[in-house]
């Protein structure tokens, strides 16, 4: 009996026989799973975690290895543990033996540090029979008295701990302040640090931020568990729908990935996190609303209607998250439908308000949302491209870890890629897709409606479906091919089709055509590490001149940065919000006919739903 | 062997052989503890709760009456259950015949309703293709169209629940604004209440308030389970600095408690907790604080100073309480050391700003704050009276409950006393106490320095000390004798010494004599239901005409449910707050020659720590 096995979060996917065990299955399709003692469940080094289906009973070398409650959240050593269903597993990054690549950089936009908590050095009069004025009230007055900061209270968590702070430092401390607020209090002095988040759908990138200078301390990313509640932010709109109890469950888990990575992020800048008076997270609509646990039943069904559209700004602690007891979280405002807060921080971190000319910028994620700016005019779509370009639906598919193809070329016969850190190949990162679609193209293995010959030496045909082989099993070894099927090709051709649809839909509703682009902005990972002339060949990007396009990398992270150091790119965020309008895809009068033609390969323009093709 | 027993709520304590049952020794007391099958185990009606000491281990009828959690928590069935040790035990008011006297009732200041939450009506438009807003945008937008309000936010746990409830409700809804937040929504209309407590440092006194009008739907009163930790607040404060977990525990009690009004209030008013849209608490400076589990410590040691004086409003979901998720608990401001938001609330209800003359204001409890208010000047001392006239430290002393001497009268060999509900004496509340005082001292039992005589038929020796017996074991037809001991004198002159000394200390540092005092304003449980001219007799009081005493009832909670219903109140108790002048009692000149001469029996004024006989 053969099982489906998915390895997450590498979105890496193979069948393994009963027989075998998870740890085999991953060797079989190359994922470096720590194994120590060779697989005799000695040296507990290929711990995993089985998220869905069934597997064998604990054996005894388990049962050593973890405590009931970790066998009971179905942790396991992959030497030990057969399938006897299909099953998704989680492999911890403890047991990586490579690590999967993040990304977390992004344009830098120079602004001088202006951020909303400004931090004053305070020097106390002692309490004495003649002076018993309270401590909040000692704090208050002193502070208005040697800086006119005129504050109406001091949070009730710092409250907490006033009286014994204020006497352990000797009555000299120094107050956060936010707007009227006592935020946070510390010794004198004390660093300021805040907190940028990028919440996306299927990465969380985080950013520690020396608020005194705006210099970044430490970037990490991980993995958005709440993967396992669905790949999309509709699965996971529907899974709470259903479900609403999933609603807190999934925003525990991406609270809980929030606080690790807090943890990690002052580890590596050797901080503490109450040190963090501010956080600025920015997501998608979905991203947002679920992190917050705001209501996402209206979000399923059209109107697509928010429950909260504007900048919000709440106490860390309603959220959970384990900063300063008193910092607040500061929420960009979204815009409509799935357009969201990080697409607002996009916008700022290339800063549209200043662009000139016609500026098509876009966000490739597993929902795309694309701007088009046109002076001061900013006119927003989202499409829903899907997981492909993230490596899901592709048979051989997979997130941008050591092992992923990126790039790929073929010459006749020859087939030419790089894998990510070099390692040997287990199959293919989105971009790595992108060129393998544009190279067959560009071959004549595909035609340009997507159809695969069977005219080519690496054709074949396996379960009633032509698939061309990019790595033969012989290349490999003995391990399993990596190939690309007619299936595979499909969901590509639907994913690169609604993003250039949204880009099509924007230019007929702003009057422009697709010359008439001074720019196009390509923001987000997958973004990041295309081939543009892959994407322009494919006919998912309008063919222009390569000067013309500008890859920016995590611009989501870069604005939330923005947000957190400057009070004034805070103000500048909301009147992007306000200022764009917002099209509803789906009813949009030229979205069908538009959304046949940019399913197309080739270069091509597309006018009022008419394809035609250049050169 | 005998042990010492103390029956908490009553505050009523006596000693039980070993081999009696806590049962046989309540009824020895005369406690009415039920037993429906006279002591058979088999009712498991005289549930008691074993706060501290050691007893027989649990019954089989024990094992069947309690969860393994009860019993863990202390939970017996007093026939079943054996002291081996002394004991403090709480008796559940389910497990009593007869209940205790609570008293919420105080005077009555009429004012027009303008509470600080107003409620609107809102009709909302309908989401659609062409009106995308997101809900909160929608409620606060329509809200500023059709009332004018510009509000800033709604709160993150209304935010929760909107976008379902608005649809459910049609689009038309009532939204609770405070300031510029909508703290709640419900369905149009709805009622709009508010609650009032006055947790004091023994009793804890609720109000439901209909905001609307101002009426009190329902008022309900409990011991405060704080009392487990100490009887009065310097014990509560010293077990915090001793054990800092216990500060969690001592919050969380109160805060149950409260939650636990809350319901019974609600399900006498037939309303729901949700519907409470704002929450006003006074208390002493250490219930405020512990309530809100701000730190204690330096309250422990002088200079007495608050960690927080101001009035302050917090979230509801900051402490734990159970009323609307978004709803804010308003705390008056405090004066000092340990004059506190109920004494403001107490001047706020007698309308202390408009007082002619001179007044002296006193809320007499554990701890005793007095007021001088004279023109627009107020001068305010707290006094530790200690818990004597609440029964605590006097051999028979209890509670105001079911069969507690309350009025007493000595002709030579003849007593006549009332008994609280006209049951059979089982010891002696406050009032009781005071009148016993006065009367032996007015049959010349006591002299002026409190010595009790021994030649009275009435004086007996027990234990090396002299007591004069009220009611004899005949009178009590076997049960014990409830007498009052020369100790028990000793313990009161404290206590009315005390008060007496923070009225001179009052009257000198002010500049008048006791002559000059136009009122004595009485407030407080204990203050109700005293007879002034008792009072007066022992010079706890001084010597005025009695038309010049006012008992007020309880203030403190009237005050509070002002600053309830009224906006201008509140702003009126900032102003009473920061406009009195407090005296550190321990430090003032005039304290210890006062003290000496206050704690003397008879009718006599004092001028610099001088005594004089009136008459």
Not at 26 to 34: C, S, T, V
Not at 391 to 410: C, N, P, Q, T
């Amino acid at each position: 009996m053969l099982y489906k096995i998915d390895f997450e979060p590498l979105g890496r996917r193979g069948h393994c026989p009963d027989d075998k065990s998870l740890l085999d299955c991953a060797r079989q399709l190359g994922i470096g799973i720590l194994s120590v003692c060779g697989g005799q469940g000695k040296c507990h080094s290929c711990k995993v975690q089985v998220l869905t289906g069934t597997v064998s009973e604990p054996t005894s070398s388990e049962q050593d290895a973890f405590s009931s409650q970790e066998l009971e959240d179905g942790y396991r050593l992959a030497c030990q543990t057969y399938p006897l269903s299909d099953c998704k597993l989680r492999v911890p990054s403890e047991s990586m033996t490579t690590l999967q690549r993040t990304q977390v950089e992004g344009v830098e936009v120079a602004v001088r540090p202006k951020p909303t908590v400004h931090a004053y050095h305070v020097q106390l009069p002692t309490p004495s029979l003649s002076d018993l004025r309270g401590d909040a009230e000692r704090m208050l007055e002193t502070l208005h008295h040697q800086h006119q900061i005129r504050c109406s209270h001091i949070d009730i968590d710092v409250l907490r701990d006033i009286s014994p702070q204020l006497r352990s430092w000797k009555w000299q401390a120094q107050a956060s302040v936010r707007n009227n607020e006592v935020v946070a209090l510390g010794p004198w002095p004390s660093r300021q640090l805040g907190l940028a988040v990028d919440l996306g759908t299927t990465k969380i990138a985080s950013y520690l931020v020396d608020l005194s200078n705006g210099q970044t301390l430490a970037a990490k990313a991980v993995m958005n568990p709440q993967i396992s509640y669905g790949e999309d932010v509709i699965n996971r709109i529907y899974q709470v729908v259903k479900s609403p109890a999933d609603g807190t469950r999934l925003q525990q888990l991406a609270v809980e990935a929030v606080n690790r990575l807090i943890v990690e992020l002052c580890e590596t800048a050797d901080a503490e996190a109450e040190k963090i008076v501010e956080a600025v997270i920015v997501g998608n609509t979905a991203m947002h609303h679920l992190l917050l646990r705001l209501p996402v039943n209206q979000l399923a069904y059209s109107p697509f209607v928010l429950a909260v559209r504007d900048a919000m700004n709440i106490k860390s602690r309603d959220i959970g998250l384990h900063i300063a007891p008193g910092a607040y979280v500061h929420l960009l405002p979204n815009i409509a439908g799935f357009v969201g807060a990080d697409h607002v921080a996009m916008l700022l971190a290339i800063e549209a308000t200043q662009a000139k000319g016609v500026v098509i910028a876009l966000d490739i994620g597993t929902n795309t949302e694309v701007s088009l700016l046109d002076d001061d005019k900013i006119t927003s779509v989202s499409c829903a491209s899907g997981p492909a370009f993230e490596g899901g639906h592709i048979k051989d598919g997979m997130r941008a870890a050591s092992g992923a193809i990126e790039r790929l070329r073929v010459t006749d016969n020859l087939i030419q890629y790089q894998t990510i850190d070099g390692m040997p190949p287990i199959g293919l990162c989105g971009s790595g897709v992108l060129d393998a679609m544009a190279q067959l193209y560009l071959v004549g293995v595909l035609d340009k409606g997507g159809r695969m010959t069977q005219n080519h030496p690496r054709v074949r045909v396996r379960k009633k479906q032509r698939e061309f082989i990019l790595v033969s099993e012989k290349e490999q070894e003995g391990r399993p091919a990596i190939t690309i099927t007619q299936q595979d090709i499909r969901e590509l051709q639907l994913a690169k089709g609604a993003i250039r649809t949204g880009i099509q839909v924007l230019l007929e509703t702003t009057g422009h055509s697709e010359e008439e682009i001074d720019q196009v902005v390509i923001a987000g990972a997958f973004g990041t590490y295309i081939d543009v002339a892959s994407a322009v060949t494919i006919g998912m990007l309008p063919s222009l001149p390569l000067t013309r396009f500008r890859q920016v990398g995590n611009a989501a992270g870069m604005g939330a940065k923005l947000a957190l150091i400057s009070r004034s790119k805070r103000t500048e965020a909301q009147a992007i919000a306000s200022r764009v309008h917002y099209i509803e895809l789906a009813t949009a009068a030229n979205f069908n006919p538009s959304f046949v033609q940019a399913s197309y390969l080739g270069r091509y323009r597309i006018t009022h739903g008419k394809r035609k093709e250049i050169d």
